[in-house]
């Protein structure tokens, strides 16, 4: 039962601000079931990011581009320092490593199909390389994780780079989770464990420890491959700085950064949002480590977590980033969230499947339930049927050539031939947080908070 | 000798060895491969598909075998943490000792040390069989997923921690067993599969000297009484 405030109550009804509804309800439910709550997407709190920062657009003092006419560059190379065949992409806006498990092969796919069409990447997740992702993306990401569930040397030797993932922004330290409900016999089998069990990643490699071993670990890699494809390196945003350098010493070609907006299929409330630090303050650092390795330009780095719009986009490449990564931002334009599914070429309404998971479109976190109402994160065979890869590939070309749009748009009006030109400089910050985590100046003054 | 071809890691560089083996061995007619020299190096012989049999003589370092399909790899010496890692097929020996992390999430094939294997030896095990001649150490068979590890000597502290369907049979002590491991009674398959298991690794024991241990599938179920209101 819930009261409705009139405002004549005075103190009888004054909400705490420490025991709030929602932490009344988070004690309510932890009595009563005595489990943490898990749960999929990323982060809702609100902390410093993107959105904190704005462009100084050319003016008097710096010449801008013809918005439609002159030429700006989106092109992006990735593992340029030792391997024999780096990664060229049409645009620095990839897609982010989701695993099929947690992903149905449609929705694979789908994401195979965009990338593709658009000149970018894809990347596997723990659970494997699908047929359906691999033939259906030019270039194919293959991560190397704690699992290595389904891992193998044919897939190996199939991928154009391989991506060691050491953590990930929304459980950086935590491992994984894929709820029975979700693993059907051909996830199991991929995974090789009986269908339906809870199925738990581990949170460390199970052959290599600590950075000296890492290094040995990229070479064996690399010997496999002979010395061809890029490795990448992944982890979740906490102690930037000293992980970065660890991984640029280990000899990754690629350093991935997540950062704790990332998402997840499904993870542990508790470390969604107490568990690593804002995408914003993790790219300042990881740039600053890069630069202070005077390795800028010879490794490459891609920002993930909470990448939304063709500003995010602008924003991270100014800063440093070489590239970026999209998962939550991609589902969406699949449909996640949204208030129906496309059935032949028809608008379908899931708002009762919504409420059927006890939740509605815009507030939906449910992927951990393999019930998705939009079909998008789940291998149930009758709602996966919601998403034709047809037209999921359509709506996210539309939104990633959209954020391409976006990107060039914004370069050009900050005067750049090349998105990969945008620079510090061309920022500032609204609020004294975003100012100090990103190292960049309070708009209106010169000054960064800490110098 | 015909069919035979000899490496020297002090001649020549293992980049070069390990692309021979990928690429060109195939359709040279060589059957035999000799690695002289191993002294230490990491990563030798990986990621190799075809019916090869090679010897390595000396020690070697990290990864020995890994990604190993088809080729049957003997080793002269001990072999440093995760040999025959991620193996999918084929067969890798060690004579000596092997270091931690023995046949990490090896799909398939066959992994014989005939000393003993350090710590973790068969984690993530998915699919292959690992026979030791000696002890394994502590946390053996962590989170292994699939396949079979024979253990002559003894095993240490959590031994089989989180297994799900993958078997361990150990003839000497086993110091602690992990959470979810448990022992169970032989069956007349497992008398069977330890036997042929000490044949194809070369060991002679009576394979009614040893106990398996298997998970009790309590973690299969993150919480089954949850009741978890989404
Ligand atoms: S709509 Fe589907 S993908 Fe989106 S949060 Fe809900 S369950 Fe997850």
């Known amino acids: 039962m819930t009261h409705e405030r009139t405002g004549s109550e005075g103190l009888s009804l004054e909400e705490s601000a420490g025991y709030d509804r929602r932490t009344l309800d988070y004690i309510q439910r932890a009595a009563a079931t005595g489990l943490y709550e898990i749960?999929?997407?990323?982060?809702?709190?609100?902390?410093?990011?993107?959105?904190?920062?704005?462009?100084?657009?050319?003016?008097?003092?710096?010449?801008?581009?013809?918005?439609?006419?002159?030429?700006?560059?989106?092109?992006?190379?990735?593992?340029?320092?030792?391997?024999?065949k780096p990664v060229e992409l049409a645009t620095p806006i990839t897609i982010a490593g989701m695993s099929f498990g947690a992903l149905s092969a449609r929705v694979k796919e789908s994401l195979g199909r965009a990338a593709t069409a658009l000149g970018t990447s894809t990347t596997t997740g723990d659970g494997g390389m699908?047929?359906?992702?691999?033939?259906?993306?030019?270039?194919?990401?293959?991560?190397?994780?704690?699992?290595?569930?389904?891992?193998?040397p044919d897939d190996v030797r199939k991928a154009d780079a391989i991506e060691i993932v050491i953590g990930q922004g929304a459980k950086p330290?935590?491992?994984?989770?894929?709820?029975?409900?979700?693993?059907?016999?051909?996830?199991?089998?991929?995974?090789?464990?009986?269908?339906?069990?809870?199925?738990?990643?581990?949170s460390r490699h199970p052959d290599w420890t600590g950075p000296d071993d890492l290094v040995i670990k990229i070479n064996e890699l690399r010997e496999i491959t002979d010395w061809e494809k890029p490795i990448y390196v992944k982890v979740g945003?906490?102690?930037?700085?000293?992980?970065?350098?660890?991984?640029?010493?280990?000899?990754?070609?690629?350093?991935?950064?997540?950062?704790?907006?990332g998402g997840t299929?499904?993870?542990?409330?508790?470390?969604?949002?107490?568990?690593?630090?804002?995408?914003?303050?993790?790219?300042?650092?990881?740039?600053?480590?890069?630069?202070d390795l005077e390795m800028r330009g010879k490794v490459q780095l891609i920002i993930s977590g909470g990448i939304r719009s063709g500003a995010d986009v602008a924003k991270a490449l100014a800063m440093g980033a070489d590239a970026v990564a999209i998962g939550q931002g991609?589902?969406?334009?699949?449909?996640?969230?949204?208030?129906?599914?496309?059935?032949?070429?028809?608008?379908?309404?899931?708002?009762?499947?919504?409420?059927?998971?006890?939740?509605a479109p815009g507030f939906c976190h449910h992927c951990h339930t393999g019930k998705c109402p939009v079909g998008v994160t789940t291998q149930d065979p009758q709602l996966e049927q919601r998403l034709d890869p047809a037209v999921g590939a359509k709506?996210?070309?539309?939104?990633?050539?959209?954020?391409?749009?976006?990107?060039?748009?914004?370069?050009?009006?900050?005067?750049?031939?090349?998105?990969?030109?945008?620079?510090?400089?061309?920022?500032?910050?609204?609020t004294v947080e975003a100012a100090a985590m990103a190292n960049i100046p309070l708009a209106g003054t010169n000054w960064v908070p800490g110098s | 000798m015909e069919g035979v071809k000899q490496f020297d890691l002090a001649v020549t560089p293992l980049r070069e060895v390990n692309r021979y083996l990928h690429h060109d061995v195939a359709a040279s007619g060589v059957e035999r491969v000799k690695i002289l020299n191993a002294d230490g190096a990491h990563s030798i012989a990986v990621g190799l598909n075809v019916p090869l049999d090679i010897e390595v003589d000396g020690h070697c370092g990290y990864y020995l075998g890994g990604m190993n399909q088809l080729a049957r790899i003997t080793v002269q010496g001990n072999a440093g943490p995760g040999v025959g890692e991620n193996m999918m097929s084929g067969s890798i020996r060690v004579k000596g000792f092997a270091s931690t992390a023995a046949g990490a999430s090896a799909h398939g094939g066959l992994l014989a040390i005939q000393g003993d294997a350090a710590l973790r030896c068969g984690i993530s095990l998915k699919g292959g069989d690992i026979v030791v001649g000696g002890s394994v150490g502590s946390f053996s068979a962590f989170m292994a997923q699939a396949g079979r590890i024979v253990v002559c000597g003894d095993a240490g502290d959590g031994l089989g921690d989180s297994l799900y369907e993958a078997v361990i049979y150990v003839r000497g002590s086993v110091r602690s067993l992990g959470t979810d491991a448990r022992f169970e009674p032989m069956q007349a398959s497992?008398?069977?599969?330890?036997?042929?298991?000490?044949?194809?690794?070369?060991?002679?024991?009576?394979?009614?000297?040893?106990k398996r241990v298997a998970s009790a599938k309590s973690l299969y179920h993150w919480n089954v009484d949850a009741n978890q209101e989404y």
Not at chain 1, 130 to 152: A, D, H, I, M, W
Not at chain 1, 239 to 249: C, E, F, Q, S, T
Not at chain 1, 266 to 286: C, D, K, N, S, Y
Not at chain 1, 416 to 428: A, F, G, I, P, T
């Open chain 1, 173 to 202: 330290g935590g491992g994984g989770m894929l709820l029975g409900q979700k693993v059907n016999p051909r996830v199991a089998r991929m995974r090789t464990l009986p269908p339906g069990v809870d199925q738990r990643s581990a």
């Open chain 1, 330 to 359: 991609v589902l969406m334009a699949l449909g996640c969230n949204s208030g129906s599914y496309v059935a032949d070429g028809r608008h379908v309404s899931a708002i009762e499947d919504y409420r059927r998971l006890g939740t």
């Open chain 1, 237 to 261: 945003a906490t102690r930037v700085n000293h992980d970065v350098k660890l991984a640029i010493h280990a000899g990754a070609d690629v350093i991935v950064v997540d950062g704790m907006q």
């Open chain 1, 130 to 152: 699908t047929v359906e992702e691999r033939s259906s993306s030019k270039t194919l990401v293959y991560q190397c994780l704690p699992s290595r569930y389904g891992f193998n």
């Open chain 1, 39 to 84: 749960r999929g997407l990323g982060a809702k709190r609100k902390v410093a990011s993107f959105d904190d920062l704005v462009f100084l657009g050319a003016s008097l003092s710096r010449y801008p581009l013809e918005g439609y006419r002159e030429k700006c560059s989106t092109k992006t190379v990735l593992g340029t320092r030792h391997a024999r």
């Open chain 1, 395 to 430: 709506r996210l070309t539309n939104y990633l050539k959209t954020l391409n749009m976006e990107l060039t748009t914004i370069a050009r009006a900050c005067g750049k031939q090349d998105v990969h030109h945008l620079e510090r400089e061309d920022l500032v910050a609204l």
């Open chain 1, 265 to 291: 299929a499904a993870t542990q409330t508790v470390f969604i949002e107490h568990v690593g630090i804002p995408t914003l303050a993790a790219l300042r650092q990881a740039v600053q480590a890069i630069d």
């Open chain 2, 190 to 210: 497992d008398y069977e599969a330890v036997r042929e298991l000490l044949d194809a690794a070369g060991f002679e024991h009576d394979p009614r000297d040893f």
